[in-house]
């Protein structure tokens, strides 16, 4: 990083040089750099010595030895020439070389420490604006400060809360996917993920073609971004459409710009990073041990006895012939079923993580390269995940001559992950009952043995059921399953870009690249008979799948631009883009059952093919962007934008969709009033207004094609029928921002603060899947452009420098982001009745509904208001709005009913909304929504001398969870293990407490009402991190340039009411809904950062 | 820019020739014969001759309790036959100008085809839902709004009488479809046998009895060779059955017959069973009308129309005619071939004329009493005793209702008999009707059916709710309006 701004000074002093007179002949110049350590001198080795003319070639360069002696040699030929001496840590020095043979030079600390967050630097970018002229909102991370000394796997959980208006919930399991959303969710059924721009060039992160994110578990996608987070330099967020114009409609969700690490002239340079994780799970929920569980089911079985009258043989049959939960020492499982097994404790483990990464660069006069490898070893803290990662990367630039240069960039990355083979593990071991144990019990020793106890009791815990993807698997042994069943997959994905830049002449730079991305994924799961206790002949017997996918995608960028400035009173950037992108995507799975052995997991081996499918598709996209910067006095700016992008996605109609843009920045603190604040104490102080727009496309190919496909005989006729309407008017999915903005900065920029306001509208939204009449002979339509929504928020970011001497440094940052979520326009095929129908449908035990209704956000949801539970028989009686007891026309007061069911002690009580006897669902209430209100964090970072400290807070505000693992383990309605709080349940008549009666199968005590629903607002102390970089003393003499060694911590300290497990709960399907996934895990680190 | 998929065939490249039209036009029969189950519950339900013994919806639709939520009046399937049939009147004179051995005349013969599917779909759904949006034109993508109002009946029905004019107005509707690998061919596809039966049901339901008298004659009357005809010897009956395709038979759905019984989707064998708990049974009244056809030597009641396979003395009768295999061997099981759903058959017609004739007055009593007797003699019954001189109208048409029932039981036709006994000639015989459907009924309360067969409309079903909220321009049908719950 402090190479980076190295080389811009360089650029920069350069570039104001004043030309100077030179010798003809080669000579040396010999000198020793040191640098003065409380007044002694110090030699300094590894110092960059580079002789450089005045377009800031390098023509020669050596570096300092051990005694800090250098000899260089001065080509000849050349005039105007300047020595260059730079080190990290260090401002660099230049010495105008006019003939001296001796240069001594004592370098200097490099004062001005640098933030991990800042205002994107000075020097102009690829379109040719520089900061000062940038109309928009822009947030730049270094990454190093992040990724080095922290334990982080990943770039999402380096980045969470770090960046304002981007919330990212990481998930706990190693290599699953985060989610990313930047300012709000804009979208229902577009894509919503951010533009991944690497190096320039958009990352396709897409799996497969028509893949449904709505309904996949995060489990089921690969990671956002496939690369070494070490290997990064810096990632830039574009928030704003102004911002993102450029990027196209890809850009719509905003785009996160990472550039990677790049060679540098010099001598070869190696860098070092080691880190060694223990990451531990976070405490658990206490649950009922065998007795108390045993006599729970007891207690409701026998309470739905009552309930249904003692006449109901069914449950009195159940309660005593069920020798699982009754004591029956003639049973030949009686061991097996008297245990206390704490089932969770069998699937997670404590898990260690290593990660070890090696870079090596440098370059000549010519060309520069870095080279680099790393290798992660992540294990979950559930039973059998983890991840494996290879990554390696080359880039090479080459420079021709002044006005071209080239360059390629090369890199492989190959993850092997292991997962469950069902996300259910952690959920089916909570639940488990827990005087079951394991492993078979030895008769003679009492212990367990090695062999998995599979025996599954139909009538009580029911047999082994899953759908294909595992997803919804339910009774099998746990232990078993996390240890015996697999599910890998193996990710290899290879990245080729070759650039090439021209600058015929002055002002105007062509640039162009060529990027080829490939990447396949294999999967293998295979489900052995231990874990689940099926039959040899049931379809899930011994259960093998393989799934191979592959997706090649081509994309090119050509770039003009030009600069030309007049007067210093006009600038103008001028910039055409023309971007093409080509995808392909092919998979194939079969899927077997019946494997003759749990040793044998191919396919291939099978005799029962459950099912074999594959596909291809493939997509296309061309777009052409035009962009104009002017600037006035350097003062104003004014730039307008406009791009036109064409999709093989979209209706053949509407293809082409035109989104512009403009925006107007001030820099206010150059104002000649302000000349004198500027002198003084001003040093920033900017305004920013922008608007913008861009649109979205549904995802995957000719999706708007209508289409025939044939079906069944009749007769003697073969059959085709039409099976899509061709959507020829599918629009472009559309969204309108504003933005407006503030950069302030004082004294040097020891306080800064930016801040932003937004407001994104999109229209035109694509509803999904969306029901026609029946009466056109189809039943819906794949897309159709309807609703309205709306996103509004604001973002502010304060850096401050508290003190700072030579010794001591304290700084702090504060970042916040509020966004609000409304929808403006119902899309046509939702109507609110449709909520209330769909409503009534759901009046079960568990589950809430989500409805889409104006003026409020998306993932609303809503449910009854539980009020707690039912005392006395006199409670039950229903009651009018002034609290009277209903009649019947009897005169006998009416008892409550919960739907159907009427109600009796120690049941919920739920708010009869509309006081008439029966909880339906017309008593449902807003309950609340999935969207934060206030996302952030806070970082601190104290230094003394050689030593850091620095805290990370990271908050999410104001989420409204539904906890559904709270309520699986409060709900007592079924044989599932519960939580230690249901032993405070209602058991006899008179009672007052919060949690009722155990019912077995009966009543609806757990309806989807507010009793789940948590404020699962918390603030976390992310990351604590004690770095310490050795003494230039000590690195010199073990002959290296620079060691750091760092212990930190991560998830230390949780402040939050929420109960789970973790408050971190990502949306699903339009609900935060917290079903006891893999937490993210407590984490300590130590290691070290070397650079010889 | 355009990318094809591989997986399907597009629209835009279909269309290309004459195996285009062929195949779109089977797809159109297909869903037809998908919609074989809905028409046998929206057929015979209601009028409980046969009744649901279990499922809820059915029995809800034969309680007349079906509601806008219930998706037993989805219609989906029909408007997918009017869809294809739209589809095969609007592009297969494209694919005449681009496929050159695509004959015009071949052209104008699968549009008569269409033009019966057409026609055939909007009469079930006129009959069961009154006012019906009518749909001409195919959708093929998003340019045409989709949301469509109703017509009213008498629109509905003139258009029906449109299509089958404009079909049976071209001359190309054929005699009989010449194809060797299936010997029913010209049953299980439109001829213009099909077309003339179509024309009867729908003049008969319109009240338009010299038409329906006309368009009957043009079958009971013709000389062709190849023509339907009504089958004379009593041991024939079954053959209607098994193997299918008979002579009488005019245009009935064809299963594949291949594979076991019930083995392919939706037919009525696999409909219908002799179990105990069978979905489909015959009510204790039916059951009693045919057992005393039995009694009487007919061949159309035990091991014809029912069996009595359980003998728990009570009168608990299944449907037999899709499941044995006939005369010679009454009470065995057919092994194979599916059995078809005759849509029309010549007694039908025989007797939908006889039906025609006494609405128009006693003066035609004696040649509908003719017709009807044909149908029994057929049978193994004796004559009717009924003297058309001095036989009021009632009693003619409770004979004539009657037989319907037997001879066509369980073949979806009864409720459209009871419906057209009910409201024709200004509810004339409503509530002797009433009073049938509340005799036959074996799972409603009796107050409750009187009550709601008042209301006019409830003899028709709800449009589904899901449909209303996709078409803003669709009313719920007036007696189900509001009571979405």
Redesign the interface.
């Known amino acids: 990083m402090k190479d980076l701004i190295n080389r811009i000074l360089i650029v920069a002093i350069l570039l104001s040089a004043v030309t100077l007179a030179m010798a003809q002949t080669p000579r040396v110049v010999s000198g020793i750099v040191s640098e003065k350590i409380n007044g002694v001198r110090t030699p300094i080795a590894g110092v960059n010595v580079s002789v450089v003319n005045a377009q800031n070639r390098t023509l020669a360069g050596t570096v300092t030895n051990v005694n800090g002696h250098y000899n260089v040699t001065i080509p000849g030929g050349e005039g105007d020439l300047e020595i260059v001496f730079s080190f990290i840590g260090m401002l660099a020095q230049r010495i105008d070389y006019s003939g001296q043979s001796t240069v001594n030079i004592d370098m200097e600390a490099d004062d001005t420490m640098l933030e991990a967050v800042e205002i994107s630097a000075t020097r102009p970018n690829e379109m040719g604006i520089t900061s000062r002229e940038l109309v928009s909102a822009v947030q730049k991370v270094e990454m190093d400060e992040l990724v080095l000394t922290r334990p982080v796997t990943s770039f999402e959980e380096a980045l969470q809360g770090q960046l304002g208006g981007v919330d990212i919930i990481t998930s706990g399991d190693p290599g699953a996917r985060s989610s990313i959303v930047i300012r709000g969710t804009a979208t229902l059924n577009a894509n919503a993920d951010p533009l991944i721009v690497i190096d320039g060039v958009p990352y396709n992160s897409s799996s497969t073609e028509n893949f449904d994110f709505s309904t996949a578990n995060e489990e089921d996608i690969g990671t956002l971004l496939n690369i070494s987070p070490v290997d990064i330099e810096s990632i830039e967020v574009l928030k704003d459409a102004s911002a993102t114009a450029i990027w196209g409609t890809q850009g719509a969700n905003g785009v996160l710009l990472i550039t990677t690490k790049r060679g540098q002239v010099g001598k070869t340079r190696f860098s070092f990073n080691s880190k060694y994780t223990r990451k531990t799970e976070p405490n658990t929920i206490p649950m009922l041990d065998g007795n108390e569980y045993t006599a729970l089911m007891q207690d409701a079985i026998w309470n739905s006895v009552n309930y249904l009258g003692v006449g109901n043989l069914n449950y009195l049959n159940l309660l005593f012939d069920t020798p699982e939960i009754g004591y029956d020492p003639e049973w030949r499982y009686f061991d097996e079923y008297n245990q206390n097994t704490d089932w969770l404790s069998y699937v997670t483990q404590n898990a260690y993580t290593v990660e070890n990464n090696l870079a090596m660069s440098g370059g000549g006069e010519k060309a520069t390269y870095r080279i680099s490898g790393g290798l992660l070893n992540d294990d979950g803290n559930t039973v059998g995940t983890k991840l494996r990662r290879i990554s390696t990367t080359a880039n090479i630039n080459y420079q021709f001559s002044n006005k071209l240069r080239f360059g390629a960039d090369f890199s492989y990355v190959q993850a092997n992950r292991n997962a469950s083979w069902t996300s259910t593990v952690r959920s089916e071991a909570f639940g488990k009952m827990p005087n079951k144990a394991p492993y078979f019990i030895d008769d003679e020793t009492g212990e367990l043995t090695d062999q998995y106890f599979m025996y599954h009791s139909p009538t009580w815990e029911g047999s082994f059921r899953t759908n294909t993807s595992g997803s919804n698997a339910a009774n099998y042994n746990p232990v078993a399953m996390a240890n015996e069943a697999t599910n890998e997959e193996i990710d290899r994905n290879r990245r080729l870009i070759i650039r090439a830049e021209y600058n015929p002449f002055s002002g105007f730079t062509y640039r162009a690249y060529a990027a080829l991305a490939m990447n396949s994924t294999n999967t293998m799961r295979f489900l052995p008979r231990e874990a689940t206790g099926v039959t040899w002949f049931n379809e899930n017997s011994n259960l093998s799948s393989d799934n191979y996918s592959e997706s090649l995608s081509i994309q090119t960028e050509n770039l003009f631009n030009y600069t030309k400035s007049w007067n210093d009173t006009h600038r103008i950037a001028a910039n055409a883009i023309f971007r093409t992108s080509q995808g392909t995507s092919s998979y194939y799975e079969s899927t077997v059952s019946g494997l003759a052995s749990s040793d044998v997991s191919d396919p291939v081996i099978s005799p029962t093919v459950r099912y074999m499918r594959s ?6 996209s ?1 777009a052409g962007v035009a962009l104009v910067n002017y600037s006035l006095f350097d003062r104003y700016v004014l730039q307008g934008s406009i791009n036109m992008e ?3 996605a979209m ?2 109609n509407r ?1 082409l969709g035109y989104f512009p843009g403009v925006g107007f920045a001030w820099n206010i603190q150059d104002e000649p009033w302000l000349a004198g604040a500027r002198d003084t104490w001003l040093t920033q102080a900017k305004l920013r207004l922008s608007y913008g727009q861009s649109g979205r496309s549904p995802r995957g ?2 999706i708007y ?19 899509r ?6 629009k472009w999915e559309n969204s309108t921002e504003y933005n407006y903005g503030f950069d302030f900065g004082i004294l040097d920029n020891w306080f800064r603060f930016t801040f932003d306001y937004y407001v994104r509208k999109g229209w035109d939204l694509l509803q999904k899947d969306v ?9 819906e ?1 794949a897309y ?1 452009n309807s609703g309205e929504i709306t996103n509004e928020g604001f973002e502010f970011r304060t850096d401050v420098v508290v003190f700072a001497n030579r010794d001591w440094r304290i700084s702090g940052y504060l970042n916040m982001a509020r966004n609000e979520n409304t929808i403006k326009k119902m899309p046509i ?1 939702q ?1 609110e ?2 909520g209330v ?1 769909e409503a ?1 449908a759901n009046l079960e035990n568990g589950s809430y509904v989500v409805r889409n209704i104006i003026g409020r956000p998306t993932g609303a949801f809503y449910g009854y208001r539980y009020l707690g539970v039912y005392s006395t028989a006199d409670d039950t009686y229903a009651r009018d709005a002034e609290g009277a007891v209903m009649n019947d026309v009897d005169g006998n007061p009416i008892r409550m009913r919960n739907g159907l069911y009427p109600v009796f002690p120690g049941d919920a009580i739920y708010e009869d909304i509309n006081h008439d006897g029966v909880i339906n669902k017309y008593d449902m209430v807003y309950l609340g929504n999935s969207n934060p209100t206030l996302t952030g964090g806070v970082g601190l970072n104290i230094r003394y001398k050689q030593l850091s400290v620095s805290a990370f807070f990271h908050g999410r505000f104001g989420q409204s969870v539904v906890n559904s693992a709270r309520m699986s383990n409060e709900a007592m309605y079924s044989n599932r293990n519960q939580s230690t709080s249901v032993l405070r349940r209602w058991r006899n008549e008179g009672d007052v407490t919060d949690i009722p009666r155990a019912l077995y199968q009966e009543g609806l005590n757990y309806l989807g009402s507010d009793r789940f629903v948590e404020d699962a607002s918390f603030l976390r102390l992310k990351t604590l991190t004690l770095n310490f970089a050795f003494p230039r003393r000590v690195c010199n003499a073990l002959g290296i340039a620079s060691l750091g060694a760092f212990v930190s911590g991560y998830n230390l300290i949780t402040w939050t009411n929420y109960s789970g497990q973790d408050p971190e709960v990502s949306i699903k399907n339009g609900l935060a809904s917290d079903s006891a996934t893999t937490p993210v895990s407590r984490r300590f680190a130590c290691g070290i950062n070397m650079n010889f | ?12 490249n ?1 269309w290309k020739s004459k ?2 039209v ?6 159109s ?3 037809l ?1 998908n919609s074989v189950s809905t028409l046998i519950n929206w057929g015979e339900l209601r009028a409980g001759s046969v009744y649901a013994f279990s499922g809820l919806n059915l029995r809800k639709l034969q309680n007349f309790q079906t509601t806008p ?1 219930d998706d037993i009046s ?3 399937t029909l ?2 036959v ?3 049939a ?2 095969v009147i609007k592009y297969a004179p494209d694919v005449l100008q681009k496929d050159e051995t695509y004959l015009d005349i071949v052209m104008e013969s699968h549009l008569t085809e269409a033009y019966f599917l057409r026609a055939l779909a909007h009469f079930y759904l006129v009959r069961n839902f009154k006012d019906v ?1 009518i ?1 001409t034109e ?6 045409a709004p ?3 109002g109703k017509s009213m009946e008498t629109e509905v029905i003139e258009q029906i009488k449109g299509d089958i004019r404009t079909a049976l107005g071209s001359g190309a509707a054929k005699g009989f479809f010449d ?1 060797p ?2 010997p ?2 010209s049953k ?2 439109a001829t213009k046998w099909a077309l003339y039966a179509l024309m009867v049901d729908v003049c008969l339901w319109s009240e338009d009895y010299l038409t329906c008298t006309a368009y009957a004659d043009s079958l009971i009357h013709a000389t062709e060779a190849r023509r339907p005809a009504f089958m004379t010897v009593r041991e024939q009956w079954f053959e209607m059955f098994y193997p299918g395709n008979s002579n009488e038979s005019i245009f009935e759905i ?1 299963w ?1 017959g291949e594979g076991g019984l019930g083995q392919t ?1 939706g037919s009525p064998s696999g409909i219908f069973s002799t179990a105990a708990d069978a979905t489909y049974q015959y009510s204790q009244s039916m059951a009693e009308r045919l057992y005393a056809e039995t009694e009487q030597g007919s061949v159309r009641a035990e091991w014809g129309a029912y069996v009595d396979l359980l003998n728990t003395g009570r009168r608990e009768f299944r449907v037999w005619k899709y499941l044995g295999m006939g005369f010679s061997d009454p009470a065995a099981i057919r092994p194979f071939m599916d059995a078809n759903w005759i849509v029309y058959r010549m007694a039908d017609i025989m007797l939908m004329k006889a039906e025609a004739l006494i609405w128009q007055g006693q003066r035609n009593y004696a040649e509908a009493l003719a017709l009807m007797n044909q149908v029994r003699v057929r049978a193994g019954l004796p004559e009717l005793a009924l003297f058309p001189e001095s036989a009021e109208e009632e009693e003619m048409l409770n004979a004539l209702f009657n037989e319907r029932d037997m001879e066509l039981a369980a073949e979806g036709k009864r409720w459209y008999d009871l419906l057209r006994f009910a409201r024709t000639a200004n509810n004339k015989y409503k509530a002797q009707v009433i009073d049938m459907i509340v005799e036959e009924n074996e799972t409603g309360n009796e107050q409750w059916i009187r009550s709601v067969l008042a209301n006019d409309y409830a003899w028709y079903l709800p449009i589904l ?3 209303l ?3 803003p321009l ?1 009313t719920q049908n007036p007696y189900y309006g509001g009571t ?2």
């Open positions: 596909g291809e598709s493939e997509s296309r061309i064409s999709s093989s209706g053949r293809r190919s000719s094609l209508g289409a025939f496909s044939g079906g069944d005989s009749y007769m003697t006729m073969p059959t085709i029928h039409p099976i309407i061709q959507l020829d008017n599918l029901r026609i009449p029946s009466t056109t002979g189809f039943e339509l159709l095929n109507t009745a449709a129908a009534d | 820019m355009e990318v094809l998929p591989k997986q399907e065939q597009v629209t835009p279909f195996e285009d062929e195949a779109v036009l089977g797809a029969y297909l869903r014969r939520l989805d219609w989906a408007y997918e009017i869809g294809m739209n589809s949006p749909v195919p959708y093929v993508d998003d340019s989709f949301d469509i194809i690998d299936w029913g061919a299980g596809r064809n594949s989707d709710e899901d449909e909220i996709a078409n669709l979405t719950n």
